[in-house]
């Protein structure tokens, strides 16, 4: 924000001009970036996270739409944009969490939107983090498996997208992708409604990946070369990323820690597990095999 004032009946805000969206960039590409760019769009997208919930406050509809590159020589730089549905989700003073609630009303995306969210949960960071997971699976694809899906009107378009969420295991989701992604998911969805994310775990996990690749992190996205526009982008999904080398082991996920919440809160926050026990933890909890 470069400037604020009051003028009458009006409020005027100056904000910085932003470029293209990531979804208008990924339909401009034909839905294929190469991995590098995504495993550098994936580091920015989670450093935005994480300085967005150490600000006390939760996004609640991650999706290529609200993330914006920046023109010019920020043409590297991921934006995080669109707050209209975000929430404080921690007392700034006293560090409380709020409480856990369900039969909530859908808040988000639901192409996006985590399993728990299509359950009512009411959402905290993990959710965030699991969208973000969606999110980067839509990238490395081109398609989730739950769109597109024929449906007679919205509630039953999202109750199929919610069915769909919860059968299919993560091994079938992040077929033919780097183990690294199934890894994410699986830690995000595992988490419990008050934990504090472990930004370092899962950015190491990324890191590992993209060393292991031999990539090189120079922050130059597909975007800023003229002749990718052609069509000669890396297709996204490399068979030879669906099995790691037999030495590459991942490091197992921390111990869960949450925030500062009186005793009897913290004795009442759910874990995944207990909060969804009507699914089948084996389709929602698949464990990566590492």
Known sequence: MHYYAEEGDYCILVMELMGNSLEKLFQEFGKKFSLKTILMLVDQMIKAMEQLHTHHYIHRDIKPDNFVIGLGNKAGVIHLIDFGLSKRFRDPITGLHIPYKDHKSFTGTARYASIKTHFGIEQSRRDDLESLGHLFI??????????????????EKYEKIRQKKVSLSLDRLCSGLPIEFQAYLNYTRSMKFNERPDYVYILRIFKDLFDRKGLIHDNVFDWMHPWTLTGKVISNVDKSFSKPPKK?????????????????????????????SMINESQLLTQANL
Do not use: C, F, R
């Open 138 to 155: 839509y990238l490395l694809k081109g398609v989730l498996p739950w769109q597109n899906m024929p449906a007679a009107n919205k509630k």
């Open 248 to 276: 590459h082991l991942i490091q197992a996920p921390p111990k869960p820690s949450g925030d500062k919440e009186n005793k009897e809160q913290e004795g009442k926050t759910p874990t995944a597990t207990t909060t969804l």
